[in-house]
């Protein structure tokens, strides 16, 4: 994994895959649940699905974090999490299969 930094602790938290540290800091302040952090713009939540760490999205989940928040790239935690579920070959299958299915597709309409 990448080593990525935050000035949020919540947000190094979620990085660092620390569910206690999370759990602790949420149940401190809660409004740290849709913070983001002034360098990527990164939410806890959008932390945790960077790194693929599942117990950490299924709890900030629960605490009804905002899954609609974008960071600086402009991106939301489901564009990090369908990330993570994909395999390069996966990707590479897409951008081969799409095209045909296309074709395919518009040769049974016409």
Do not use: W
Not at 44 to 54: E, M, T
Request: aromatic share 10%.
């Amino acid at each position: 994994m990448n080593v990525i930094f935050s000035f949020q602790p919540i947000c190094q938290a979620a990085y660092n895959n620390d569910f206690n540290k999370v759990h602790l800091l949420l149940e401190h302040n809660s409004n740290c649940l849709n913070v983001q952090d002034s360098f990527l713009g990164d939410t806890p939540l959008i932390c945790a699905c960077r790194q693929g760490n599942n117990r950490i999205v299924n709890y900030l989940l629960t605490k009804h974090a905002d899954v609609n928040l974008r960071n600086k790239k402009d991106r939301t935690c489901l564009h990090y999490a369908v990330r993570k579920r994909f395999t390069f070959l996966d990707y590479v299958l897409i951008i081969i299969l799409m095209p045909v299915m296309l074709i395919g597709y518009l040769l049974m309409v016409s």
